[in-house]
DNA sequence: AAATTATACAACCGCCGCATT
DNA sequence: CAATGCGGCGGTTGTATAATT
C-alpha cells in the first residue's frame, strides 16, 4: 500500500520533480516503474510517477483543443468500444486515455444525460436511468457467430418488429452447441450494440457523423450477411487488425 | 469588485489480470 | 494452488481558472 505511507509526496508535480522524472526516463527508459521513485529520487509512489509521465511528460503528447476530426473519432470508437479509453486514445496519435476521458466526460458525456429531468444535477453526470450500457463478450465472439446472429436477428427484426424480447433472449445460432468453442449466444441488448455498431448515423454535438454502416458500401454489407464470404468482410467493419484482436483475442 | 457557480483537467484510488514465487 | 507484486485501466475527486451573478 505504497499510498499510505506518510512520506509520499501527493498532488501537483513540480518542476523540478518533473525534470527528475524525465532525466530518470531518459536514463534507464520506460518502464519497471515500482524503481523509478528509488532511482528518480523521488517521493513519489510508482503509479503517480507512471502517470506523470504518461499523462504528461511524455515527449510528442499533444496538448490543446481536439481537432473536429478526432472529436469525431473518438465519438465513433466510443460507440464501438464504449469507455475504453486507452484503446481509443490508441487510435488518437498525441492523445492520452485520460485527455480522452475527460474530453468525454466535459465536452461529449452530457449530451447523453436526461436534459428532460429538471432535479438532475448536472455536475453528476449521470446516464439516464434506464441507460443500459451493452458491453460485447469478445472472448466468445467469432466473425462466424456474430455473422450469424446479425443474419437471425434481422429476420426477426424484418419479420416481427414488436416482438423482439419475446423473440428470445438469447438468440441462439442454428448450428450452436454452448461449449463456446466458436460459436456463441448474443443476447438481445449484445444484438442492439452490434446494431449500434453497424447502423450508426447521429449528431453529437455538432458532429454530423460519418460512422460504421456508412463507411461500409451497401454491397458489402450484402456480402457480409452471405456466409460464403464472411472471411474476409467481416474485418471491414474494423479498423484494423488491432481492432478486431480485441475482440477475439 | 466581490462572491458564487461552472468548467476543465491533473491526479488519485481501487480494482483487475497476469506473472512470479 | 495460494499469495504476492506489478503494470495498467477506468471511475472519481480535487482544485485552479473562467464565467456568471
Same mark, same amino acid.
Given at each position: 500500500?505504497?499510498?499510505?505511507?506518510?512520506?509520499?509526496?501527493?498532488?501537483? @508535480?513540480?518542476? /523540478?520533480?518533473?525534470?527528475?522524472? =524525465?532525466?530518470?526516463? /531518459?536514463?534507464? !527508459?520506460?518502464? =519497471?516503474?515500482?524503481?523509478?521513485?528509488?532511482?528518480? !529520487?523521488?517521493?513519489?509512489?510508482?503509479?503517480?510517477?507512471?502517470?506523470?509521465?504518461?499523462?504528461?511528460? =511524455?515527449?510528442?503528447?499533444?496538448? !490543446?483543443?481536439?481537432?473536429?476530426?478526432?472529436?469525431?473519432?473518438?465519438?465513433?470508437?466510443?460507440?464501438?468500444?464504449?469507455?475504453?479509453?486507452?484503446?481509443?486514445?490508441?487510435?488518437?496519435?498525441?492523445?492520452?486515455?485520460? +485527455?480522452?476521458?475527460?474530453?468525454?466526460?466535459?465536452?461529449?458525456? =452530457?449530451?447523453?444525460?436526461?436534459?428532460?429531468?429538471?432535479? &438532475?444535477?448536472p455536475k453528476s453526470h449521470k446516464l439516464k436511468p434506464n441507460t443500459k450500457v451493452i458491453k460485447p463478450r469478445p472472448q466468445?465472439?467469432?466473425?462466424? &457467430?456474430?455473422? *450469424?446472429?446479425?443474419?437471425?436477428?434481422? %429476420?426477426?427484426?424484418?419479420?416481427?418488429?414488436?416482438?423482439?424480447? /419475446?423473440?428470445?433472449?438469447? *438468440?441462439? $445460432?442454428?448450428?450452436?452447441?454452448?461449449?463456446?468453442?466458436?460459436?456463441?449466444?448474443?443476447?438481445?441488448?449484445?444484438?442492439? @450494440?452490434?446494431?449500434?455498431?453497424?447502423?450508426? /448515423?447521429?449528431?453529437?454535438?455538432?458532429?454530423? $457523423?460519418?460512422?460504421?454502416?456508412?463507411?461500409? +458500401?451497401? &454491397?458489402?454489407?450484402?456480402?457480409?450477411?452471405?456466409?460464403? %464470404?464472411?472471411?474476409?468482410?467481416?474485418?471491414?467493419?474494423?479498423?484494423?487488425?488491432?481492432?478486431?484482436?480485441?475482440f477475439n483475442p
Amino acid at each position: 500500500m505504497e499510498g499510505s505511507s506518510l512520506r509520499v509526496r501527493k498532488g501537483a @508535480w513540480t518542476e /523540478e520533480e518533473d525534470l527528475l522524472l =524525465k532525466k530518470c526516463i /531518459e536514463k534507464y !527508459g520506460e518502464g =519497471k516503474w515500482h524503481q523509478v521513485p528509488a532511482r528518480a !529520487g523521488l517521493n513519489r509512489c510508482r503509479k503517480s510517477c507512471r502517470l506523470r509521465w504518461l499523462n504528461y511528460l =511524455k515527449p510528442n503528447i499533444k496538448r !490543446g483543443h481536439f481537432a473536429a476530426d478526432e472529436v469525431d473519432l473518438i465519438i465513433r470508437l466510443h460507440n464501438l468500444l464504449g469507455n475504453r479509453w486507452s484503446l481509443i486514445a490508441g487510435r488518437l496519435p498525441g492523445r492520452t486515455a485520460n +485527455d480522452v476521458k475527460n474530453y468525454w466526460n466535459t465536452h461529449l458525456l =452530457k449530451k447523453n444525460i436526461d436534459t428532460s429531468s429538471k432535479t &438532475s444535477n448536472p455536475k453528476s453526470h449521470k446516464l439516464k436511468p434506464n441507460t443500459k450500457v451493452i458491453k460485447p463478450r469478445p472472448q466468445i465472439l467469432s466473425k462466424r &457467430s456474430f455473422l *450469424v446472429n446479425l443474419d437471425e436477428y434481422n %429476420n426477426n427484426n424484418n419479420n416481427n418488429n414488436n416482438d423482439r424480447a /419475446e423473440t428470445s433472449n438469447n *438468440v441462439v $445460432l442454428a448450428d450452436c452447441s454452448d461449449n463456446h468453442d466458436g460459436y456463441c449466444f448474443l443476447d438481445h441488448d449484445e444484438m442492439m @450494440w452490434w446494431e449500434n455498431m453497424m447502423m450508426n /448515423e447521429k449528431e453529437v454535438d455538432g458532429h454530423q $457523423l460519418q460512422c460504421s454502416a456508412n463507411d461500409i +458500401d451497401q &454491397s458489402v454489407l450484402d456480402q457480409i450477411m452471405n456466409e460464403d %464470404n464472411y472471411g474476409n468482410t467481416m474485418d471491414e467493419l474494423f479498423l484494423d487488425e488491432e481492432l478486431w484482436n480485441v475482440f477475439n483475442p
